[in-house]
Each structure stands twice: as structure tokens, then as C-alpha cells.
């Protein structure tokens, strides 16, 4: 079947670094989303993974290895403005995505 | 503004009464996707459309829910005889489809609906 995993909260604090964990579990596999959502708005996106390895860009980077079904997003220096939940995705199927829960990140000062 | 919209923004009914919400993708986009977010919750696939075509349903839409895209343009979503559990954001998603389903999707922001 199809499953992705992240943790539920974290906390971090201003300036600092956090990593956001995903594992995922799919029949095939067309590569990784990360998508940021703050409390009450849409989704918006953040990065696509489909190579082994990290992709930077910015002050976020995206990391992933498809033999260990593992990603992570890397937050740096972290503002209170990244409070907010990061959603994982993963394509499902000719059409689909199956997104996580998420992980509500409270950023404090 | 050229992201994908949704109307209305917020909508509050009683339990029984029908809604329909409305979303606008991108222009240039064909595909297009309805998912339903609880609190708490990622969003959660309920129907997708290439152009007019419906062509993916979640088992999870009861007969109670349609979606339809007749130009291939904006679509609809109807909830009829609403329940409480019916509550959620449902978020509207548009995508340009030249690289399958490893393009980006860009989601409106959502309508929230509350059943009292």
C-alpha cells in the first residue's frame, strides 16, 4: 500500500537549524514533494525530489534516498515566519498524490 | 492575479442543505485536482480532471459529492445534504501536465466549510 510518515510537531528556535523527516512507502515511485502550509492558507511549494541526494535552495534543502524510502527537508536559520505545518507528498498511481499529515514546525523566539 | 481561485472563501450551512463551491485554475493548466484538509490533516485526494474528463474518483466521495469541469476550465464541487462531517477546507489544485505527475501543483486557498 501506499504510506508516508512524518512526525506530528517540532519545535526549534530562532536562528537555528531544524530537519524535517518523511518516510514513505509506494508501488512505484515518480519522485517527492514538500510543500509549506501556514495555519488557514493553502499549501504552497517548496521542492521536488527524484535523484538521490540533497537539493539546496536557499535557506531550505530537500534531501532524499529512494532505497531507504527516506526524505527530509532542512530548514536553516530559521524565522518565526517558517511557523507552519510542512506537508510531504509522493505521486500515487497515473494521477494521484498522497500527501502526510504533516509537521507543525513552532519557530520560537 | 493569474494562481488558481476559489469562491467562496468561506461557507456556512445547515446540516441537509447543498453547496457548491467553484474553482478557477491557471489558465494554461489541464489538470486539475479537489482535496479535502481537516485539522490537523494533509489534504486528501477526492477527484481529479484532465480537461473535462473526470478521470479519477476517491472512493471516499460518497454519492452525495460530484465534481464537474465542463469546459475544461473552471470546475465545481457539490456537496448535497450536507452532514458535519462534511466540515473541512476543500482546497483546489491545478497542474500543467506536460510531465505527468511529477509536475507542480498549485493550490487556491481553499474554501472552508462549516455544517452546523
Known amino acids: 500500500g501506499q504510506n508516508i510518515d512524518q512526525p506530528t510537531e517540532m519545535t526549534a528556535t530562532e536562528g537555528a537549524i531544524v530537519q524535517i523527516n518523511c518516510t514513505y512507502q509506494t508501488s512505484g515511485f515518480n519522485g517527492l514533494f514538500w510543500y509549506q502550509q501556514h495555519a488557514g492558507e493553502a499549501p504552497t511549494f517548496l521542492s521536488y525530489?527524484?535523484?538521490?541526494g540533497l537539493e539546496e535552495k536557499g535557506r531550505f534543502s530537500s534531501f532524499l534516498s529512494r532505497s531507504k524510502g527516506y526524505s527530509y527537508l532542512l530548514l536553516k536559520e530559521l524565522q518565526m515566519k517558517d511557523s507552519a505545518s510542512y506537508l510531504c507528498a509522493v505521486p500515487s498511481g497515473t494521477y494521484k498524490y498522497i500527501f502526510g499529515t504533516g509537521t507543525r514546525l513552532k519557530v520560537l523566539a | 492575479d493569474t494562481g488558481v481561485s476559489q469562491d467562496p472563501r468561506h461557507k456556512i450551512t445547515k446540516r441537509g442543505q447543498n453547496v457548491t463551491f467553484r474553482c478557477d485554475p491557471i489558465s494554461e493548466h489541464n489538470r486539475l485536482y479537489w482535496y479535502r484538509q481537516t485539522l490537523g490533516q494533509g489534504p486528501e485526494f477526492l477527484t481529479y480532471?484532465?480537461?473535462?474528463?473526470?478521470?479519477?474518483k476517491s472512493r471516499l466521495l460518497s454519492d452525495r459529492f460530484s465534481a464537474e469541469r465542463p469546459k475544461g476550465s473552471f470546475s465545481t464541487l457539490e456537496i448535497q445534504r450536507t452532514e458535519q462531517g462534511d466540515s473541512a477546507m476543500y482546497l483546489c489544485a491545478s497542474r500543467i501536465g506536460t510531465s505527468g505527475p511529477t509536475d507542480t501543483q498549485y493550490f487556491g486557498p481553499g474554501t472552508r466549510l462549516t455544517v452546523l
Open positions: 525530489n527524484v535523484l538521490d
Open positions: 480532471f484532465q480537461n473535462e474528463a473526470q478521470l479519477e
